[in-house]
């Protein structure tokens, strides 16, 4: 899969190489204000049949989200790398806080990046729940967003 630049009118689906039976299918069209445009396109050996075009699709989209779940958060002005054992520790450290009433507090995170670290202490469980339910809905919203990718797709046009 690559992103690359074209035609502003290229087929979704078309046969590159007749004789090799190379194929393409080409999504997320985009046309920038200065009137280039892209697309992400994916080359097959055969014809690919509409489940095998959702299947590359889908996971392109399933990829994108989970960059955007990692990077693409922040909290108090910071970036917050939401890898999926930083998810864990923020959940893990989120429940003890709950289950004792904040007892385990204060907590200190790293956000930022590793050039410019920045580090958020919690002192109470107001602060803590906070950050970890704005963090929470950051995640669902992203997946949400996700979901409607998916849903607005006509794979009729790959037929």
Same mark, same amino acid.
């Given at each position: 899969m690559k992103r690359v630049q074209g035609s502003k009118d290229v087929q979704l689906l078309g046969c590159t190489n007749?004789? /090799?039976d190379k194929w %393409?299918?080409?999504?997320?069209? /985009?046309t920038t204000e200065d009137g280039v445009t892209s697309f992400v396109e994916e080359e097959f050996s055969e014809k690919p049949d509409i489940e095998k075009i959702k299947s590359v699709?889908?996971?392109?989209?399933?990829? %994108?989200? $989970? $960059? %955007?779940?990692?990077?693409?958060?922040?909290y108090l002005g910071q970036k917050v790398?939401?890898?999926q054992e930083n998810q864990f520790n923020y959940k893990s450290t989120y429940d003890l806080a709950v289950q004792t009433k904040g007892k385990n507090l204060p907590v200190t995170f790293k956000f930022g990046t590793d050039d410019m670290p920045y580090y958020a202490k919690?002192?109470?469980l107001s602060e803590l729940s906070d950050f970890y339910l704005k963090m929470v809905a950051y995640i669902r $919203?992203?997946? $949400?967003?996700?979901?409607?990718?998916k849903d607005t797709i006509d794979f009729t046009l790959y037929l």
């Open positions: 007749p004789v /090799q %393409r299918i080409r999504w997320d069209i /985009q699709i889908f996971s392109w989209i399933d990829h %994108r989200v $989970e $960059e %955007r779940i990692k990077s693409g958060f922040t790398w939401l890898s919690f002192n109470t $919203e992203m997946v $949400e967003n996700g979901w409607k990718d």
